[in-house]
């Protein structure tokens, strides 16, 4: 859970990094210090008692936040499709507005993130958006789930069923998902926080819909500029975390793993990788049973094992594309492997980072599927923060 | 073989032994290409501040929306739904002052998130070592805590990131600091002139909230035009969707004006040189009438004299055309302070740009000067083509003009003269005085037309000057060489009358300002922003700067003026705001001729919530007092009634004043231009102007100024707005003086043999001398006469017509007539001394030699 917030965060950042070089140049001012006070952001102290639908909904006085959708989705034709679309909202400066003050001036950024994997194909298909909160075009509603960035949105009907529009013409394509929970919401963390390091204050709130029944279209731009429509059909799986925690010290990168078990049991894991190779004791899980129960694991409640590595030709980046997932005391043993191995988002022209993000099958034991996310395997990550 | 010949005897012989002919012509129809091209190119650059610039600053963006006076973010944001058609990105202009740089620079506010997607400002490649240092600089430009400049900028200010950076923005100074620069994509780009700072930014600085425009890039797939219906579906009311170009058009068309009546006014030296080619070939042709006799006579075909004279006009024309444009560019580089002095008269604040010499301006330099020589070819080439074989070989004597000549050329300036009266009638052409400067056009026909007949007139005066032999030889010299002496009086008049025509204009527009100033200027103080190099003050003052007057010289002291913007219809006009009831008190302004008290007209408009709209509006709209005026105001539509047409100088756009009451009502917290300032006793002006200035210079950049000095500074800016008519009067005036040149040495070579009987008779040098500096005088006199009432005649046009079609000014008809006198005697005299090296020709002793040949 901690790798997957900085993930996440990371990205976020990462855009403004890259911004940084689109509009402004290549001589840069000495660093003075720029970035507002860290204590003025709100901190999870301790357990907080949820209201939801209102908690689906933004925090904007802490200082990361993300909605995070990614499925397998099949078309009228049985082809397996790997969707993810997520929306960050990244703090700037805590600060209220003053009385009588309409400037735009930047207090929450907001990032998108759409991607489309034709899995026979295997082909990844990614665009994003990144901007500031203001005239309609980024924004997050406080009361419910209602988030938005320029052309991606998701929403949260009465019914709890998650509303997805994620446009990507740059790609040519647009996906319009409805995505329906089967299952309660499931609160991550043993006291109902997500740890993210040892000081008291370094956690998130972090929910997730393990399930999501799913169906929706794809829409593929034709070269007349006219749209064709693919109907899809699954499940995906929804996260929603936000905190003011930072990344810990020697922190290189994570891997994050939610699946979804064909026994009817859903996983969330995550490592988080040090510089000497190492895995931070904060890393952990979360197991759900079908009836809801849920099981907070620690660290050494479950082993990952690297099998086989996909090297990028574009960027150099080994990334691990099969993965043997182990978590004796519930009697989960199985392998993970990818459905296309060329799941890495380069994002280095726009955003500045490369991570690798794409769906998997669980075989060899325990049956299932889910997707896996892995940063810090290309390009570093110490000099984007 | 004969063509051969043609071409040896027409043209290399005479190439050879009359060099100075040549090259004079040359030098001539250089001047006034240089004229044409110079002012194209300093028109050129000056606008390309403020056009080029647009389009370039703008980006890739297709389209753009905006409104006067901006948007406010709830209209801004009704564009939300457009995001999957199109990247939105908001942006605020506007223009400020650095310090080190006492020139406007465009200051770009923008969203950094986004503006990647719009603009160029981006390097090329990666550095992996620098990205901590660059994201320092993006949060600080993010959170508002700095600019960027370019490179190119902030070298020419010694500046490094990191540095302060002063900065002048609606007259407040502004402390911030260099975050970073950006490379220019081009030399002479107008992104080297910017300044980029987060939206926010300038926003918090302009102390309002608003946008001035949304960019649109549409999105892959996406077509411009549904786009563009989908904006404009959402756009609040009086908020306008076009290209960026189109803005660039409409700052342009501002202008449009002023250029064409400054590429007019170019164009009369190039009219200038075209008569002096014409005089050249002409002379050429009588001349060498002789030989062409003799070649028809061996067999020459007209077309193979023809192609002789057509191949020296080419010559004339392209070397012409080529030296012009060289000294062109120089002379553009001259003028561009003074056009975008001119410029910045309606466009304040235009910021910097470099002249560049494009490809198209040699050829049209080139195609100028071709133009002219051919056009002027045309009637050399009828007298080639008449010229009998035999007839010819007799020698050229004195012929007075014929009765039937005489009623043609009379018959054709009575032509002309119709012609100018009724094209003068005519309205603008797309706000253009196309017609009547077709006029003036037709005023120099007639002085041309009767050129013929003056000159005859003088010839036939030698008859009875019998007692004054340099005078007789002189009105004999001009009768026998009639053609040619009324051509080189034609093209003396026609500089002369350009000379006398600006003196009327710049005398009337003079003495109209400063009627104008006196009337309007009746403040003891008037606190207003710094001007800047184009001698235009920038921007407007500060909301501080009105609170500190007041708080010095007490309320109802302070009168201010705030000026925005409107649009009338889909074109923009000043909105300004006024207290009417103390401009009552005061009666600051002028009515246009209806014989109405001021005061009450005011008192009157504050009483019933009426506007006054200045000369400009009522030229363009037609409306006038008492009418209903419909004017979109930050997305609302205001009726108002007209309670009076004022004048003024000041804009030729269209102003709408109203009540301060009434425009802030629309404008909230709005800051005003400029301060005036009545004092209860007058003898603290100089008091209260110190005061003020101490209070003000540490945060403001203002000028305070007395009653005297800003009228003085009024009639500064406007002597500079009219500096580059001076420069084209004297382009213009060189010209007609080369053309002098080389008719009296023509007129004295045709008249050699003359000269050298009346030498070996017994003339006297000084009698020689005399005759050919007396032929010049009258030559000068005639053109310099003709010219005068030609001048007098289109000066009147100029003020009547051409100024009110342009600008919509009226002016009080000024008659220089001291100046009139002067440029008469000047151009006499010139003509005189441009007569010395062809009479010093005329006694360089060679009579014998002359007389062995006869």
């Known amino acids: ?385 | 073989m004969i063509g051969s010949m043609v071409f040896q005897a027409l043209f290399l012989r005479p190439l050879r032994r009359g060099p100075w002919r040549f090259l004079s012509t040359i030098v001539g129809v250089a001047a006034g290409v240089a004229a044409g091209v110079s002012t194209l190119a300093a028109s050129r650059a000056a606008l390309a501040s403020l056009v080029e610039g647009v389009a370039e600053v703008s980006g890739v963006a297709a389209w753009e929306l905006s409104m006067p006076g901006g948007m406010s973010v709830d209209e801004a944001a009704r564009q939300a739904s457009t995001a999957p058609l199109a990247v939105v990105a908001p942006v605020v202009e506007d223009l400020v002052v650095l310090e080190g740089l006492d020139d406007a620079v465009r200051l770009l506010g923008v969203d950094p998130l986004v503006d990647r997607h719009v603009r160029a400002l981006r390097v090329e490649g990666d550095d992996e070592a620098r990205r901590q240092e660059y994201w320092t600089a993006f949060q600080g430009l993010l959170a508002a805590d700095g600019v960027c400049l370019s490179e190119p900028l902030a070298r020419r200010l010694g500046l490094e990131a990191g540095d302060p950076v002063s900065l002048v923005l609606r007259s407040r100074r502004h402390e911030t600091r260099l975050l970073a620069t950006f490379p220019v994509p081009a030399q002479a780009s107008a992104l080297e002139r910017v300044v980029v700072a987060d939206i926010a930014l300038v926003q918090a600085w302009r102390g309002d909230g608003r946008i001035d425009r949304l960019e649109f890039v549409p999105r892959p797939g996406v077509e411009p035009e549904a786009l563009r219906a989908r904006i404009e579906s959402l756009a609040p009311t009086g908020a306008v969707v076009r290209r960026p170009a189109e803005r660039a058009a409409r700052t342009s068309g501002m202008v449009r004006s002023l250029e064409f009546n400054l590429t007019s006014l170019s164009g009369i030296s190039l009219l200038v040189g075209a008569v002096l080619v014409a005089t050249t070939l002409a002379t050429s042709v009588v001349q060498r009438k002789a030989t062409i006799a003799l070649l028809l006579s061996l067999g020459a075909s007209r077309r193979q004299l023809a192609g002789a004279l057509l191949s020296e006009a080419a010559l004339l024309g392209a070397l012409g055309g080529l030296l012009g444009t060289l000294a062109g560019a120089q002379l553009a580089r001259l003028f561009l302070p003074a056009m975008r002095q001119t410029y910045a008269t309606v466009v304040p604040g235009a910021p910097q740009t470099e002249i560049a010499l494009h490809w198209t301006d040699g050829a049209i330099g080139a195609a100028l000067g071709m133009g002219a020589a051919f056009l002027a070819a045309i009637l050399p080439l009828l007298e080639i083509l008449r010229v009998p074989p035999i007839q010819a070989l007799r020698a050229e004597r004195p012929a007075f003009l014929s009765s039937r000549g005489l009623r043609l050329s009379i018959g054709l300036a009575a032509g002309f003269w119709f012609a100018a009266i009724e094209l003068m009638r005519l309205p603008a052409w797309r706000g253009l005085p196309l017609w009547a400067l077709a006029s003036t056009l037709c005023v120099l026909g007639v002085m041309f037309a009767l050129q013929g007949p003056l000159v005859d007139g003088l010839g036939r005066l030698g008859r009875r000057v019998a007692w004054l032999p340099p005078l007789r030889l002189a009105l004999a010299s001009l009768s026998a060489g009639r053609r040619r002496a009324a051509w080189a009086a034609g093209a003396v008049g026609v500089a002369t009358s350009l000379s006398i025509s600006i003196a009327v204009m710049v005398s009337s527009f003079r003495q109209s300002v400063v009627a104008w100033t006196d009337e309007s200027l009746k403040a003891d103080l008037s606190v207003r922003p710094a001007l800047v190099a184009t001698g235009v003050p920038l921007g407007g003052l500060d909301v501080e700067v009105e609170r500190l007057t007041v708080e010095t010289c007490g309320r109802d002291a302070v009168l201010p003026y705030h000026v925005a913007e409107a649009a009338l219809g889909d074109r923009p006009i000043v909105l300004a705001g006024a207290d009417f009831r103390l401009g009552a008190q005061r009666g600051p302004l002028q009515l246009v001729d209806d014989g109405r008290d001021e005061r009450a007209v005011l008192a009157q408009a504050h009483e019933r919530g009426e506007v006054l709209v200045n000369e400009a509006l009522h030229a363009h709209s037609g409306l006038g007092t008492g009418d209903m005026l419909h004017v979109q105001v930050r997305g609302r539509n205001i009726a108002r009634r007209i309670a009076g047409v004022v004048r003024d100088y000041g804009d030729s756009r269209g102003t709408v004043t109203m009540d301060l009451p009434d425009f802030l009502a629309a404008h909230p917290g709005h800051a005003p231009q400029q301060l005036a300032i009545f004092l209860a006793d007058p003898a603290q002006a100089q008091a209260t102007q110190a005061e003020l200035q101490r209070k003000l210079a540490a945060t403001h950049k203002v000028d305070v100024l007395l009653v005297r000095d800003l009228r003085a500074q009024v009639l500064e800016v406007f002597e500079r707005t009219f500096a580059i008519t001076g420069a084209l009067q004297a382009v213009s005036a060189l010209v007609a003086l080369v053309a002098v040149l080389v008719v009296l040495h023509a007129l004295v070579s045709e008249r050699k043999k003359d000269l050298a009987l009346l030498s070996a008779l017994g003339a006297s040098r000084l009698q020689i001398v005399g005759g050919v500096c007396m032929q010049a005088a009258l030559l000068g006199l005639l053109g310099a006469g003709a010219g005068a009432v030609a001048g007098l005649v289109i000066g009147l046009v100029l003020v009547d017509v051409v100024n009110l079609q342009s600008f919509g000014w009226t002016l009080e008809l000024v008659q220089p007539w001291w100046q009139v006198a002067s440029t008469m005697l000047l151009v006499a005299l010139a003509c005189v001394v441009a007569a010395l090296p062809p009479a010093r020709a005329a006694t360089a002793g060679r009579e014998r030699l002359v007389l062995a040949e006869e």
């Not at chain 1, 994002?347 to 075989?363: F, H, K």
């Open chain 1, 1 to 385: 859970m901690h790798e997957r917030f900085h993930a996440h965060l990371s990205v976020a950042l990462a855009a403004l990094v890259a911004l940084a070089f689109a509009a402004v140049g290549v001589h840069p001012a000495p660093p003075q210090a720029q970035a507002r006070d860290e204590a003025d952001w709100a901190r999870i102290q301790a357990p907080v008692a949820l209201s939801l639908p209102r908690d689906h909904g933004s925090h904007p006085k802490v200082r990361t936040e993300w909605w995070y959708l990614t499925g397998l989705v099949r078309d009228e034709d049985g082809r397996r499709h790997g969707l993810q679309a997520t929306i960050f909202r990244q703090g700037l400066d805590p600060r209220p507005a003053a009385p009588g003050d309409e400037s735009l001036r930047a207090r929450q950024a907001w990032a998108a993130h759409v991607a489309w994997l034709d899995v026979a194909e295997g082909k990844l298909r990614h665009v994003e958006r990144v901007r500031r909160e203001g005239l309609d075009l980024a924004r997050g509603s406080t009361s419910m789930l209602d988030a938005k960035v320029d052309d991606v949105s998701l929403t949260m009907d009465e019914g709890g069923a998650i509303h997805v529009k994620a446009g990507a013409r740059e790609e040519g394509y647009e996906l319009v998902l409805v995505c329906s929970p089967t299952r309660p919401w499931t609160r991550h963390g043993g006291d109902g926080t997500s740890k993210k390091g040892p000081e008291p204050g370094n956690a998130s709130m972090y929910l997730s819909a393990t399930r999501l029944a799913t169906t929706g279209v794809l829409r593929r731009l034709r070269p007349d500029g006219s749209w064709s429509e693919t109907k899809l059909s699954g499940e995906c799986w929804f996260d929603h975390e936000w905190g003011s925690s930072q990344l810990g010290e020697g922190v290189v990168g994570w891997d994050w793993l939610g699946l979804r078990l064909a026994d009817g049991r859903d996983l969330m894991l995550y490592r988080l990788r040090t510089k000497d190779g190492g895995v931070l004791a904060q890393s952990s899980g979360t197991l759900v049973h079908p009836d809801g129960r849920l099981v907070h694991l620690s660290r050494g409640d479950f082993a990952i094992e690297e099998l086989e590595h996909w090297t990028s030709p574009r960027t150099k980046g080994r990334w691990p594309v099969r993965l043997s997932i182990s978590v004796p005391a519930h009697a989960v043993a199985m392998e993970a492997t990818a459905l296309a191995p060329d799941c890495e988002l380069d994002g280095r022209a726009s955003t500045g980072t490369i991570y690798w993000e794409g769906p998997v099958v669980l075989q060899g034991g325990v049956q299932g599927e889910g997707y896996l996310e892995v940063t810090g395997r290309a390009g570093s990550l110490e000099a984007r923060f």
